[in-house]
């Protein structure tokens, strides 16, 4: 194993796990898992899985650059970098970084993958807004809650709908905001030889919050939320990712492949929108649970 994956994996069973634990959610997934050593595999076509094992980080060959999809973790660029270089691609040949949304462990690994490749970094207007402020928007639900992170700089603007060519890929941002207010989910097409597959990297669709905060309070923003949700089950989704793998049983369809080509198991075109389903009825559980007058 190169010198540079034994550091790695050393920050990531050494470092990172006592961080990832300080900060573990209160939705419950095992934090100490998400950095964890995972390796690098295509997914389809131009598509591969960088990421860690509980943290998606998705790269897309376009034929003319490379685009990212997600930084993770602060500690997490490390291994993204050591995935990158595994694959036989080279870090400084990532143009574009796209992010979901603008919490630590999907954002916080970028300002160190930026520098390291020079990519532009694109979010959504409120998700720009997040990343600038280092994850300290008082407008998400988490506020107060989430680990903050280094601030990014320059992020371009990209608006809800708009498609992105990046080199021969065209990428559609889509506005989905509810987990965060900058929430942006993104679709573009996968080839193998004549066989072209939508691919979704839909974005987190739970309700969690900071213990101040209540979903009921803010009536605006769940019928944003419920808007998105409707938007996710109507996107063109062949293959489903999200930035949590475990969200989407990820890692159930990936044990059932026959062999590292086999896409069958990951593909459902149902797959977007039972995502949607079940964050529909979780969102209904949360509100449901919150009193309708403060105590």
Not at 16 to 22: C, H
Not at 120 to 130: K, L, N, R, T, Y
Not at 141 to 159: C, D, E, I, T
């Amino acid at each position: 194993m190169p010198l540079r994956l034994l550091i790695g994996a050393a920050l990531v069973l050494g470092l990172i796990l006592p961080v990832a634990r300080a900060a573990q959610p209160s939705h419950g997934i095992a934090h100490s898992r998400w950095n964890a050593p995972q390796k690098p595999f295509r997914i389809y076509g131009n598509t591969w899985y960088v990421g860690p094992y509980g943290l998606s980080s998705i790269l897309v060959d376009t034929g003319q650059g490379l685009a990212l999809f997600d930084g993770d973790l602060p500690e997490s660029a490390v291994q993204i970098e050591a995935h990158i270089r595994e694959l036989g691609f080279r870090v400084r040949d990532v143009k574009w970084i796209l992010n979901s949304h603008a919490h630590s462990d999907h954002a916080g690994g970028i300002v160190a993958l930026q520098a390291a490749s020079g990519a532009q970094i694109f979010a959504s207007v409120a998700g720009a807004h997040e990343l600038e402020l280092g994850g300290a928007d008082p407008g998400d639900p988490q506020y107060g809650s989430a680990p903050r992170y280094v601030p990014l700089k320059n992020v371009r603007v990209v608006r809800d709908g708009e498609t992105l060519q990046l080199g021969h890929v065209a990428v559609t941002a889509h506005y989905t905001p509810g987990h965060t207010p900058g929430s942006t989910s993104w679709t573009w097409q996968s080839c193998s030889g004549q066989r072209c597959l939508h691919v979704a990297y839909a974005d987190s669709l739970s309700a969690i919050a900071a213990p101040a905060y209540r979903f009921i309070d803010h009536p605006a923003y769940v019928a944003s939320f419920r808007k998105a949700i409707a938007t996710v089950a109507a996107l063109p989704c062949d293959i489903l990712l999200t930035p949590h793998p475990d969200a989407s049983g990820f890692w159930e369809k990936v044990a059932q492949r026959k062999s590292p080509t086999d896409v069958a198991p990951l593909v459902d075109p149902r797959s977007c929108r039972d995502y949607a389903a079940d964050a529909a009825k979780n969102l209904d559980a949360r509100l449901a649970k919150e009193p309708a007058t403060k105590e």
